[in-house]
């Protein structure tokens, strides 16, 4: 089976752009989730998807928005880019509801 | 609130000796307990999970509900298991939320 993938590998903005990054899981997981990976933070929890929904939602501004598609592709979308927005962006697919998840590559966004 | 502690940034270890990464967690109910690792350069991949109690690559880690740990252990570490060691929680009650630690850098020198 073919793992997570995520479009564009890297991504150079500037701030008050927007951004769009897509995922997709392994064939048959429903469920997608997002993490923001930072040196100082670590991986935080952005939001997960199951079955076109948004299932639960970490501690970011409505900045950062999400959404997945009948063939459980997901896009995040993040408005008005900061500098601290500057980060690896993570996807991740499981089959339902587990916390044994299948990690994508990530998306490496640089705002400048 | 789920919360995960690992109270070490890096540890650093010689080839052929015993290594432990801590893991400490915070949740009043019934928390499922995992350990992911991320060779250099490899993408974020489960490392093993305390209800299958198997021992991966020669790694276990025991769920101690007193003591609200779930260490990660080996009796004689490799160069290969250098990585970056990352603790996760989840449960039915945070609707299967994974919340992570912020990581354990662990060196196996030669």
């Known amino acids: 089976k073919a793992g997570v993938t995520q479009t564009p590998r890297y991504l150079i903005k500037t701030r008050g752009q927007q951004v769009t990054l897509s995922c997709s899981p392994i064939?048959?997981?429903?469920?997608v989730s997002w993490y923001q990976q930072t040196p100082g933070q670590g991986l935080q929890f952005l939001f997960e998807?199951?079955?076109?929904?948004?299932?639960n939602k970490g501690n970011f501004p409505g900045r950062f928005s999400g959404r997945q598609f009948s063939n459980s592709r997901s896009e995040m979308n993040v408005s008005t880019l900061e500098l601290g927005d500057s980060a690896l962006y993570l996807c991740?697919?499981?089959?339902?509801?587990?916390?044994?998840?299948?990690f994508g590559p990530g998306t490496r966004l640089t705002v400048t | 609130a789920q919360r995960v502690t690992q109270p070490e940034k890096l540890l650093s270890v010689f080839k052929g000796a015993p290594v432990e990464l801590k893991c400490n967690y915070s949740y009043s109910g019934s928390p499922e307990l995992f350990w992911y690792v991320q060779y250099s350069r490899q993408r974020l991949q489960l490392l093993l999970r305390?209800?299958s109690r198997e021992s991966i690559k020669g790694f276990t880690a025991d769920l101690n509900k007193g003591e609200t740990s779930f260490h990660l252990k080996k009796p004689f570490a490799q160069e290969e298991d250098s990585a970056m060691y990352y603790c996760?929680?989840?449960?039915?009650?945070?609707?299967?939320?994974?919340?992570f630690g912020k990581g354990t850098l662990l060196t196996v020198n030669p």
């Open positions: 064939s048959g997981h429903r469920s």
């Open positions: 991740a697919s499981s089959l339902a509801l587990t916390g044994e998840q299948y």
């Open positions: 996760a929680l989840t449960s039915t009650g945070s609707n299967y939320k994974l919340t």
């Open positions: 305390h209800i």
């Open positions: 998807y199951f079955s076109e929904t948004q299932r």
